[in-house]
């Protein structure tokens, strides 16, 4: 298989998954994915093959793609990767660029994501039969060429381990940050608040810590804005028991603790270090100006992996509602994983 006719097959795939007539095969995928794991529920489901389909799968995108890179290997490789599994096929983009580069996938997929994943393969197998011999799901990695793995700060200590002798690329965790001025309007945080909310919070690109102004929590300056923007919200995510159980867990700690919080009623706002907040809860840390705000996120550079802020005025950030639809070039970590399967030799 030469570019071309990679391109065109997961261009198909695109068509298939945005074809209505085989919504009943993405409607069956939904439902077996959310009965493995409930926190892909349909709706998310939905929402992760709509951004794949519409963002990644398309001529256009592919091809504009594709030509920053050399795409024919000399010498095809088997590429390992260990996939993630927080939120719904999370796992694809790895598996796009190690086919689309002309190398060769041996995917083990999470047990939280499995599913989904089969499912994607299956039908990228179906629309272009050439992936059959190029693709493998396995238990283990032994056979791999190089490796692309993703995990948790603990795992990723153990995969530099164990594929330290072949060419990697090891994720770590990431969150991503919203900045805030205070002149929002409410438009603009209801989309901060799909930023926070989509998945559940679960992905690296949900916004997991506010940077506010000094004087954000005081007048004129307030988190109920936000809070009361996201409160109709709060039947959709209580309704899931596994959010609620969160919520309600969080929120007795905050109580007990005697930790400063504001709840709207599903969704916790609280002044505290770090950028990892727990499920239900979002962080927020302060700056003085706009030279100490970009001191802070340059502290934090290796932990963030999208900044976000209104219309995008901060340099650098995306537009708040739009962490989640990332781009064929919006790599995670910000490791350029086609730069790296283009240069194994």
């Known amino acids: 298989m030469n570019v071309q006719q990679r391109i065109d097959a997961f261009v198909t795939l695109g068509d298939v998954l945005r074809d209505p007539a085989r919504r009943a095969d993405r409607e069956e995928a939904a439902y077996r994915a959310n009965s493995k794991n409930n926190w892909f529920n349909p709706e998310n489901v939905q929402r992760a093959l709509d951004a794949i389909a519409d963002r990644m799968l398309t001529r256009e995108a592919l091809t504009e793609w594709t030509s920053h890179y050399p795409t024919e290997p000399a010498n095809p490789r088997w590429i390992g990767v260990v996939m993630a599994g927080n939120i719904p096929a999370v796992g694809f983009h790895d598996m796009l660029c190690v086919l689309i580069s002309g190398h060769y996938l041996l995917a083990k997929l999470s047990s939280l ?59 770590h965790n990431r969150s991503s ?16 608040g799909d930023d926070i909310l989509t998945y559940f919070g679960l992905g690296c690109r949900n916004v997991s810590t506010l940077f506010v102004p000094d004087d954000y929590d005081g007048l004129p300056y307030s988190f109920t804005p936000l809070l009361k923007t996201l409160e109709p919200r709060s039947t959709e995510f209580l309704s899931q028991h596994k959010y609620s ?39 927020y840390q302060k700056y ?51 730069a790296f399967l283009t240069s194994l030799d």
């Open 245 to 283: 159980n969160n919520y309600d867990y969080n929120r007795s700690i905050y109580l007990v603790n005697r930790v400063d919080h504001l709840d709207n009623g599903f969704l916790m706002i609280t002044e505290q270090p770090g950028l990892v907040s727990p499920i239900s809860v979002v962080f």
């Open 288 to 338: 003085h100006d706009l030279a100490h705000l970009k001191a802070l996120l340059a502290a934090y550079a290796d932990k963030i992996q999208v900044v976000a802020s209104a219309n995008g005025w901060y340099s650098g950030s995306v537009p708040f509602g739009q962490t989640q639809f990332p781009g064929l070039m919006d790599y995670a970590d910000g490791v350029d994983t086609m």
């Open 177 to 192: 940050v919203g900045v805030l001025t205070g002149d929002e309007t409410t438009d603009q945080l209801a989309l901060l």
């Open 113 to 171: 994501d499995e599913l989904l994943m089969r499912y994607l393969i299956h039908t990228l197998k179906e629309v272009e039969p050439a992936f059959a011999e190029r693709v493998k799901i396995v238990d283990r990695l032994n056979d791999a060429d190089a490796y692309i793995a993703t995990g948790s700060d603990n795992t990723a200590r153990y995969f530099t381990y164990y594929f330290a002798k072949k060419p990697n690329i090891i994720r």
